[in-house]
């Protein structure tokens, strides 16, 4: 039997990437009954926040990330949040804590399934928050941790647009 183990991370940790790592194909609805299907995002930069509202670091970096998603304004980004909460836990903590990713509830099987790492017993592990940024191709080019992940975000926002 496989055991999740969930933690907040305080600190980021750049991981270094393979060139070229597809990021895991997943379909799920959004809060508001929107379909998201990451294999019709291609050709837009996705950025992926992995939380859960009982974790503080992921409640107090919100406000740093709608500051990001409002800077892209317009632009061909995608933000999508994957929470590990239902969608009636959400609903109540959005009220207080506004988030303008587009937010998944019920996330846990995409999250555990598509993104969480095994140890060497079959343990599943998550460190929470975590970020990813992908390319046009769909392809992970920034995968980070902790609430400094929002600066590696933001910075690697700033190279995708700046190149374009």
Known sequence: MKTLILFAALVAFPVALAAQTPAPAFAAVDMS??????????????????????????????KLLNQIVDSYKGKDVV?????????????????KNPFKYSVIPNAQMIILGKFGTPDKKGEISMPFPMHYVLDRNGNIITKTQGIKGVETVSEELKRQFSSK
């Open 33 to 62: 009954g929107t379909r998201v299907d990451t294999a019709a995002l291609r050709g837009k930069i996705v950025v992926i926040n992995l939380w859960f509202v009982n974790c503080p670091v992921c409640v107090s970096e919100i």
């Open 79 to 95: 933000f999508l949040g994957l929470a590990a909460n239902s969608k009636p836990q959400l609903d109540k903590f959005l009220v």
